[in-house]
C-alpha cells in the first residue's frame, strides 16, 4: 500500500521523526535548544519543522554540535528561518526500504538502480535504507508508465535527460538568487541571518513563479514536438499514397546553423559568459539573415534556425554567416539548407524540408554549407560554385541523399 506523505501541519512528534529520519527524542531535543518552535508532543508540526530538523541533521552529521549551532542561532550569527519559507515542500523520508519498494513495483534490482543513476543520486543503496518520498513517487510512476509499452532503457535514458536539464536550471535559478539578491545585500552591510530573513520572504512566491513556467514552458515545447511528429507522419502518408503537393516556383529555404563545440565551450567559460556568446550570436543572426530576406525563428541546441524567402538568400547569408561566427569571437559553425514547402503555425515551421536542413546540418563539419541538389540548382545565385561531396545518409530519408558544398567562387 503506497505511503503518502502528511500534509502541512497535520504531523505529530513521531511522524515528523519519521520523516526526518530520526527518533521523537531527538526532535525534543532541538525544541528544548530553541531550533524548533516549542509545542505540545501531539503537534502539529509542519513542514518548516521538518525542512529544519534535516538540516540540523546534516550540519551535525559535518561534525558540528547542535548546541553550537543553537548558539550561533541566539547570538544572531546564522538563521534558519529559510526552513520556513525557502523550502515550501520539503522531501522526507518514508517508513519502507528500497527492497520493499522493489517488491511493491515489481521492477528488477538493475532497473531500479538504473532510475537511481538517472537521477544522479549519490552512492550505492544501503540494506534496509530507507528511501525518498520523492524517489518513491518517480518510481512509482515509471513503473506505471513501462506498462503502456515503454522499454526500461527509454525510460532510464527519458529520466536521465530530464534530471540534468532540470538541475542545471536549478543551479542556475541558484546563482541568480544569490548574485541578485543575496550579495548586494550582503555588500551593503547585513549580517548573514538578516539577508536570509529579508531575501527569503521573496522565496514562495518565486518559486511558484518558477514552476508555472517551467510548467509552461515544457506544455509548449512538447505541443510543438507533436505537432512536428504529425506533420511529418502526414507527409510521409501522402507520400505514399502518391499524393503531391503542387510545385513551387520560388520555394523558402530552411537553415540550421550549428557553432561547432559550443557545449564544451559553455561548461569551459561558465554561465554568464556564455550569456553572452549566445547574445552576439542572436545579434549576428538577425543582422546578416536580414539582408537576404531571411530571419531566426528560433534557437535550438547550439545553433540557430532560419526561414528564408528564397535559397539565394540563405546560400548567401549562410556564407556570410561561417564566416563572421568566428570573427565575432564565437567558435566555427556549420550550415544545413534545405528548400521546399513547410508547413507555419505560431510563428514557426514543420515538415519535411525542415527536419532535412537540420540532418544535413548535422553532417557538415566546421566552416561548411552544405545544401540539397534543389538548392544547389537554383538559378541566380552569382559568385557562388557547388561542389558534389557525395550521397549521404540521413535519419528518416528513405535514399541516401546527394549533398553539395557551397563556397564563394573566389576560394
Same mark, same amino acid.
Given at each position: 500500500?503506497?505511503?503518502?506523505?502528511?500534509?502541512?501541519?497535520?504531523?505529530?512528534?513521531?511522524?515528523?521523526?519519521?520523516?526526518?529520519?530520526?527518533?521523537?527524542?531527538?526532535?525534543?531535543?532541538?525544541?528544548?535548544?530553541?531550533?524548533?518552535?516549542?509545542?505540545?508532543?501531539?503537534?502539529?508540526?509542519?513542514?518548516?519543522?521538518? #525542512?529544519? &530538523? =534535516?538540516?540540523?541533521?546534516?550540519? %551535525?552529521? *559535518?561534525?558540528?554540535?547542535?548546541? $553550537? @549551532? +543553537?548558539?550561533?542561532?541566539?547570538?544572531?550569527?546564522?538563521?534558519?528561518?529559510?526552513?520556513?519559507?525557502?523550502?515550501?515542500?520539503?522531501?522526507?523520508?518514508?517508513?519502507?526500504?528500497?527492497?520493499?519498494?522493489?517488491?511493491?513495483?515489481?521492477?528488477?534490482?538493475?532497473?531500479?538502480?538504473?532510475?537511481?543513476?538517472?537521477?544522479?543520486?549519490?552512492?550505492?543503496?544501503?540494506?534496509?535504507?530507507?528511501?525518498?518520498?520523492?524517489?518513491?513517487?518517480?518510481?512509482?510512476?515509471?513503473?506505471?508508465?513501462?506498462?503502456?509499452?515503454?522499454?526500461?532503457? #527509454?525510460? &532510464? =535514458?527519458?529520466?536521465?535527460?530530464? %534530471?540534468? *536539464?532540470?538541475?542545471?536550471?536549478? $543551479? @542556475? +535559478?541558484?546563482?541568480?538568487?544569490?548574485?541578485?539578491?543575496?550579495?548586494?545585500?550582503?555588500?551593503?552591510?547585513?549580517?548573514?541571518?538578516?539577508?536570509?530573513?529579508?531575501?527569503?520572504?521573496?522565496?514562495?512566491?518565486?518559486?511558484?513563479?518558477?514552476?508555472?513556467?517551467?510548467?509552461?514552458?515544457?506544455?509548449?515545447?512538447?505541443?510543438?514536438?507533436?505537432?512536428?511528429?504529425?506533420?511529418?507522419?502526414?507527409?510521409?502518408?501522402?507520400?505514399?499514397?502518391?499524393?503531391?503537393?503542387?510545385?513551387?516556383?520560388?520555394?523558402?529555404?530552411?537553415?540550421?546553423?550549428?557553432?561547432?563545440?559550443?557545449?564544451?565551450?559553455?561548461?569551459?567559460?561558465?554561465?554568464?559568459?556564455?550569456?553572452?556568446?549566445?547574445?552576439?550570436?542572436?545579434?549576428?543572426?538577425?543582422?546578416?539573415?536580414?539582408?537576404?530576406?531571411?530571419?531566426?525563428?528560433?534557437?535550438?541546441?547550439?545553433?540557430?534556425?532560419?526561414?528564408?524567402?528564397?535559397?539565394?538568400?540563405?546560400?548567401?547569408?549562410?556564407?556570410?554567416?561561417?564566416?563572421?561566427?568566428?570573427?565575432?569571437?564565437?567558435?566555427?559553425?556549420?550550415?544545413?539548407?534545405?528548400?521546399?514547402?513547410?508547413?507555419?503555425?505560431?510563428?514557426?515551421?514543420?515538415?519535411?524540408?525542415?527536419?532535412?536542413?537540420?540532418?544535413?546540418?548535422?553532417?557538415?563539419?566546421?566552416?561548411?554549407?552544405?545544401?540539397?541538389?534543389?538548392?544547389?540548382?537554383?538559378?541566380?545565385?552569382?559568385?557562388?560554385?557547388?561542389?558534389?561531396?557525395?550521397?549521404?545518409?540521413?535519419?528518416?530519408?528513405?535514399?541516401?541523399?546527394?549533398?553539395?558544398?557551397?563556397?564563394?567562387?573566389?576560394?
Amino acid at each position: 500500500m503506497p505511503y503518502h506523505r502528511a500534509r502541512m501541519g497535520e504531523m505529530t512528534i513521531e511522524q515528523l521523526a519519521l520523516r526526518a529520519g530520526t527518533d521523537a527524542d531527538y526532535v525534543r531535543r532541538l525544541i528544548a535548544l530553541g531550533m524548533i518552535e516549542r509545542r505540545e508532543d501531539a503537534g502539529p508540526f509542519v513542514d518548516s519543522d521538518l #525542512a529544519r &530538523v =534535516r538540516f540540523v541533521l546534516a550540519m %551535525s552529521g *559535518s561534525g558540528i554540535p547542535e548546541e $553550537d @549551532l +543553537a548558539r550561533g542561532l541566539r547570538a544572531g550569527a546564522l538563521s534558519i528561518g529559510f526552513a520556513e519559507l525557502a523550502v515550501a515542500e520539503p522531501i522526507g523520508l518514508l517508513p519502507i526500504t528500497h527492497e520493499e519498494l522493489i517488491a511493491e513495483t515489481g521492477l528488477s534490482e538493475e532497473m531500479y538502480d538504473g532510475l537511481r543513476a538517472a537521477l544522479g543520486t549519490p552512492g550505492p543503496r544501503e540494506p534496509g535504507e530507507r528511501v525518498r518520498e520523492d524517489f518513491a513517487e518517480i518510481v512509482r510512476t515509471a513503473s506505471g508508465a513501462m506498462l503502456f509499452g515503454i522499454r526500461p532503457p #527509454a525510460m &532510464v =535514458r527519458a529520466l536521465r535527460v530530464g %534530471s540534468e *536539464s532540470l538541475r542545471r536550471l536549478a $543551479d @542556475l +535559478a541558484q546563482q541568480i538568487w544569490r548574485e541578485e539578491l543575496e550579495e548586494p545585500m550582503l555588500r551593503q552591510g547585513a549580517t548573514h541571518a538578516e539577508m536570509i530573513e529579508v531575501t527569503n520572504q521573496a522565496a514562495p512566491p518565486l518559486q511558484q513563479m518558477v514552476y508555472e513556467m517551467l510548467l509552461l514552458l515544457y506544455k509548449r515545447h512538447l505541443e510543438d514536438i507533436i505537432f512536428e511528429h504529425m506533420v511529418e507522419r502526414a507527409e510521409e502518408a501522402l507520400h505514399a499514397t502518391g499524393i503531391h503537393r503542387a510545385g513551387m516556383e520560388s520555394p523558402p529555404a530552411m537553415a540550421f546553423l550549428d557553432l561547432s563545440g559550443f557545449t564544451r565551450l559553455t561548461e569551459e567559460v561558465g554561465d554568464e559568459a556564455a550569456a553572452e556568446l549566445a547574445g552576439t550570436l542572436a545579434d549576428l543572426a538577425t543582422r546578416l539573415s536580414a539582408p537576404h530576406r531571411g530571419r531566426p525563428v528560433k534557437w535550438v541546441g547550439d545553433g540557430v534556425m532560419f526561414r528564408y524567402h528564397d535559397p539565394v538568400g540563405a546560400v548567401t547569408a549562410s556564407l556570410d554567416l561561417v564566416d563572421g561566427v568566428p570573427a565575432a569571437g564565437l567558435p566555427p559553425a556549420h550550415v544545413g539548407i534545405s528548400c521546399g514547402p513547410v508547413v507555419a503555425r505560431d510563428g514557426d515551421f514543420f515538415g519535411r524540408t525542415v527536419n532535412l536542413a537540420s540532418r544535413i546540418a548535422d553532417r557538415a563539419t566546421a566552416g561548411e554549407v552544405l545544401v540539397t541538389i534543389e538548392v544547389a540548382r537554383t538559378p541566380g545565385l552569382e559568385g557562388v560554385r557547388f561542389e558534389e561531396v557525395g550521397a549521404a545518409d540521413l535519419k528518416g530519408v528513405a535514399r541516401p541523399l546527394p549533398l553539395y558544398r557551397a563556397v564563394r567562387s573566389g576560394s
